[in-house]
């Protein structure tokens, strides 16, 4: 009996230490639980801020307490670091986030910059980088944050887009750049000179100076409008007109580029401007067009001509004394002028290949116009002949054709009239008329005065025009009209 009793008195020890050391376990178990991440992410993945707005919290949340205290990194990438303040603060490109045991959520504060001027909305990116030991990267990593402008823009254009430079207008000539609004703060515009290269510090210069072909101009607060002076170099030769452009190419601080960058400034050449340039004039199907261009001493240095179908360039050539000594068609045909003792054309010769086809004698009056000439052409067998005789009378008070007369040669130095052509004209208080309808020699003008009404007579018949112009401001013709028939367009340099 005795021995039941103390056996049961040991079950009873035994199970009783099992099960204190059960609880004990038990116990240890609940005071050291396994540790299980927690997952980090952004609560929202967009947010939108205007550059007004004031400090604003940004969240990440947290799958369940944080297990243990660690940092969470938040890399930073930012098109401009005085976008923003934050706090923490940003640092390396970088903000660092403590996080504590038990914390669910963590925070920092976003504060958009207002800075007065105008750069277009800013774009922020926020992504978790790095976390340290109980935590984990969720899959909402990123925050976009689009920082919105509340400024309006400050626009740099041009106020013309083409200007000209008259070379002897020494004192210069001021082009403005505008602003759209008045600058807030400082700023620099750039610009370039395009298709400049030989002609600045030869024929124009500019306030501020041009540098390698740029020219900087700053921008100071206040500021509306920018003046940048062209000065043209004042020269005696004729250089012909130039071109060039100037362009913004670049705006900074407080002003941004506009849609109108560019400015053609056209260098007007004063030993040119005005000089005739092109005459065209036809009637039904038939045209001839002249344009002329000129060499440093202004006289005639090509006339580029067009009949019908056809087209040639007549190139002129002059001695060491500017006298005009031959002129020059295609590859094959020259013109060669002999002169007198007073430098006067008394003779040309007409050549095609080396062989002389056709010349000229001409004869002066008493008050030195080109009273006649007589054209010979060579004839088959290698003599020359008379083919024809024009004769030209003048008015003596201003040495201006009124009557052209042709004869042809008969045997036995008679002549017999062909054609007679007389011209009445304006009045002499117009320009000097550059382009006459009587062209006798290269740069002879038997015509100064404006022919109104011209009456020709040839086999037996009388033909009688009247001509009407159109002038521009400064007293040339633009236009000419004979009747309803002929019509003739004039343009200038």
């Known amino acids: 009996m005795k021995t039941i ?16 050391q059960s609880c004990e376990e038990a116990d240890t178990v ?20 205007s550059e007004l707005a004031t400090a604003t919290e940004v969240t990440l949340q947290l799958s369940h307490p944080a297990p243990a205290a660690g940092t969470i990194t ?23 986030l403590p996080v504590a045991v038990g914390q ?32 984990l990267i969720g899959t909402e990593k990123s925050l976009h944050v689009t920082i919105f402008e509340n400024e309006q823009p ?20 001021i082009v403005t750049l505008g602003l ?30 041009a540098i390698n072909g740029k020219i900087t101009m700053p921008v100071a607060a206040g500021t509306s409008s920018l003046p940048i002076k062209f000065i043209p170099v004042n020269n005696l030769t004729l250089n012909g007109h130039r071109e060039f452009v100037v362009r913004i190419i670049d705006a900074s601080g407080s002003v941004m580029k ?52 056809l087209s040639w360039t007549e190139t002129y050539h002059y001695d060491e004394n500017n006298l005009l000594k031959k002129i020059t068609k295609w590859t094959t045909d020259e013109t060669i002028f002999k002169r007198d003792n007073q430098n006067r054309i008394t003779r040309s010769e007409e050549s095609r290949e080396g062989v002389m086809k056709k010349y000229s004698i001409y004869s002066y009056d008493q008050a030195g116009n080109i009273g006649e000439v007589a054209v010979f052409h060579r004839q088959p067998t290698g003599e020359f002949v008379m083919s024809n005789l024009f004769v030209y009378l003048y008015y003596s008070n201003s040495n201006t054709v009124f009557k052209k007369l042709i004869y042809y040669p008969l045997p036995g ?48 018949k009388v033909y009688t025009y009247y001509l009407s112009y159109e002038f521009n401001p400064v007293g040339y013709p633009v236009s000419r009209t004979i009747g309803s028939r002929e019509a003739t367009r004039y343009q200038y340099y």
Do not use: C
């Open 154 to 173: 400050n626009l740099v254009n041009f106020e013309a887009t083409e200007g000209s430079l008259q070379e002897q207008f020494t004192e210069g000539m």
């Open 104 to 135: 669910l959520q963590v925070k920092f504060i976003l504060t958009p910059t207002d800075n007065n001027l105008y750069t277009g909305n800013r774009n922020l990116l926020f992504t978790i980088g790095s976390v340290t030991t109980g935590l």
């Open 180 to 209: 759209s609004l008045q600058a807030v703060d400082a700023g620099e515009v750039e610009l370039e000179l395009v298709n400049a290269t030989g002609l600045y510090g030869t024929y124009f210069t500019t306030e501020p100076e």
């Open 258 to 309: 506009g849609d109108m960058l560019e400015l053609n400034i056209t260098l007007i050449d004063d030993e040119l401007a005005g000089k005739p340039k092109s005459y065209e004039t036809g009637a039904g199907e038939w045209k001839t067009k002249r344009v002329y261009e000129y060499n440093e001493s202004g006289q005639i240095a090509r006339i580029h001509v067009e009949q019908n179908s």
């Open 413 to 460: 130095d008679e002549y017999a009239l062909i054609q007679e052509e007389t011209f009445e004209y304006l009045a002499s208080n117009y320009t000097q008329n550059p382009f006459p309808m009587v062209d006798i020699l290269p740069g002879v003008n038997s015509q100064p005065l404006y022919p109104s009404k011209y009456t020709l007579s040839r086999d037996g």
């Open 30 to 49: 609940l005071s050291n639980p396994v540790s299980t991440p927690a997952t980090v992410q952004f609560v929202s993945t967009n947010i939108g801020l």
């Open 74 to 96: 938040i890399n930073i990438n930012l098109e401009n670091e005085n976008d923003f303040t934050s706090q923490p603060a940003v640092e390396d490109g970088r903000i660092i």
């Open 5 to 20: 009793h103390r056996l049961h008195y040991f079950l009873l020890v035994l199970f009783s230490g099992i099960t204190l």
